[in-house]
């Protein structure tokens, strides 16, 4: 499968010269299988200029959403396959309680946030609330759990052809940090990750700015180095950027955590526009 | 490897960190997990506990009520909370592992996740000071 990091900023789009590197949008990765299924993970403001690469000759789009805090859907009515009559797209995304998907995607699909409703976009259109447990999509297989993450979140592992892909882009294993669990069953996320080839996860913070946002559901780089570690990933993709860092901080985060634990898996700044081959 | 019901690990996070002596037990009564505050009470590490199954736990601690009757482990507000899936509360005598007995209030409240996911109880004990 290949993956492409269409937005890697978390919380909130920050375009600038100082984030030219590492982008200024927030969450969307595309995912094409050998087959042709697209998968697309999150509808941040990146899904926009994804939403602009998808030609006529697909048919069917899949969009997978971890939860639906406004950076993870923010793009979503900007996505052009929902305004594509005959095209058909799945949207999956977490169970909630109370309400099923439909209808609290409507409450942004709706003025007065948004003038087009979702009853009125002329795609084929179809929500599936996504529970604990395994989903096919083309030659995907797909596993999904709840993770640590404030309100109803999924991280997904994605596997095609002996290639894993897991994602977990709003992750806090820990709250409060300290030590993962020796028991991996009691660490939120392990089954998710455990033995990919690539994890894109949470890496919003640094040692130091975590303690100011314990409960927040992100993760600090050193911890997320600890937990990709621990899970035996091949690689690990940095990923939902604070906002508040710019390309330099961004550098600057990474190496100091590696610094402090440098685990043996290889290491790839999650920056838009990357594509990454599983 | 599955992992544990998030509800499960966010609450023994939670309970890690209170000063309160909390047990959790899955479905079918078996020990889940106990804070640090319940090993002092109960005179055992959780890591040395090993199997607690419900249908032993009132034999194991010598359970009885407050004037000394025994309890069977489906009658422990534990067993009530699962099997009936409501709160419910008892002051019970029981004998820690040390052989030491000690009065304690148990509330033990049935854990319902979202979509109607029986996942267990917690249950939550008070030393009653003679």
């Known amino acids: 499968m290949r993956a492409t990091l269409w937005g890697t900023r978390g919380s909130l789009p920050n375009a600038g010269p100082e984030t030219v590197r590492y982008g200024g949008n927030t969450s969307c990765v595309e995912v094409r299988g050998r087959g042709g299924t697209v998968l697309v993970l999150d509808a941040g403001t990146g899904i926009r200029r994804l939403g602009a690469c998808i030609n006529g000759n697909v048919k069917r789009v899949d969009l997978l959403l971890t939860h639906l805090h406004m950076d993870h859907i923010q793009g979503l009515g900007f996505f052009g396959p929902l305004y594509r009559p005959g095209m058909e797209v799945h949207i999956w995304g977490p169970p909630s309680a109370t309400m099923n998907l439909r209808a609290r995607l409507a409450r942004y699909l709706s003025p007065p946030l948004f003038p087009v409703r979702i009853r009125d976009l002329p795609c084929s259109l179809t929500l599936h609330d996504v529970h604990p447990g395994e989903f096919e999509v083309g030659e995907f297989q797909i596993r999904a759990d709840l993770v640590s993450h404030p309100g109803p979140t999924l991280g997904f592992r994605i596997s095609e052809n002996g290639g894993t892909l897991a994602y977990m882009p709003d992750h806090e294993p820990i709250v409060g940090g300290g030590d993962l669990p020796a028991e991996h069953e009691w660490t939120s996320g392990f089954a998710i990750a455990e033995g990919a080839d690539v994890l894109l996860h949470d890496s919003q913070y640094s040692r130091e700015q975590y303690p100011e946002h314990v409960g927040w559901g992100h993760s600090y780089v050193e911890q997320t180095l600890r937990f990709a570690d621990r899970a035996g990933v091949g690689k690990l993709v940095t990923f939902h950027h604070d906002p508040a860092h710019d390309d330099a901080m961004l550098d600057r985060m990474l190496e100091d955590a590696l610094r402090a634990f440098r685990p043996e898996c290889t290491i790839q700044p999650g920056q838009e526009g990357a594509v990454i081959d599983t | ?130």
Do not use: C
């Open chain 2, 1 to 130: 490897m599955t992992q544990k019901d998030l509800e499960l690990i966010l609450l023994r996070q939670w309970a890690a960190h209170i000063q309160t002596p909390i047990w959790i037990a899955g479905v079918e009564g078996e020990l889940l997990f106990y804070n640090e505050p319940a090993e002092q009470l109960l005179r055992r590490r959780f890591d040395e506990a090993g199997e607690m199954p419900l249908d032993q736990l009132a034999a194991l601690f010598n359970t009885a009520t407050e004037d000394g009757r025994p309890v069977t482990s489906r009658d422990l507000p534990l067993g009530v909370a699962l099997s009936e899936r409501r709160p419910a509360q008892g002051r019970l005598r029981v004998s820690a592992l040390d052989g030491s007995v000690r009065l304690i209030d148990v509330t033990a409240v049935p854990i319902i996740a979202a979509g109607n996911r029986h996942l267990g109880a917690i249950v939550f004990f008070n030393e009653v000071m003679p």
